[in-house]
């Protein structure tokens, strides 16, 4: 007898705070991944679906998203966290700030 199944497992990302489209307020938001897995004898084997959706804490409204919306909101939120509130900077370098770091001047020692 062979037993086998599936298993979900959900994963947090981030809290964030949007506009929720279904009820209209600025709320916190729960970025959630769900990992569905394939499993053999209770022993998950590999996951055969992954799926992204943001969750309201106001009303509980979910909506879907595409993994590359979900990377994009994450970025936001961890650039946002240190301190960039636009998301994470383009290219190598940032203008007007040397390559050691904010606030250091480049033929200064």
Known sequence: MIIFGTRVYLYQLAVLTLVCGWCGNP????LRKRVTKFTLFFVPLFPFSTKFA???????????????????????HVAAQQGNPFGPAQGQGHPGYAPGGPGRHPNRS
């Not at 709320?27 to 729960?30: D, E, V």
């Not at 979910?62 to 979900?70: D, V």
């Open 27 to 30: 709320a916190a938001h729960t």
């Open 54 to 76: 943001t969750q309201c804490t106001f009303c509980g409204g979910e909506q879907q998203m595409a993994k590359e919306q979900a990377e994009q909101l994450l970025a936001q």
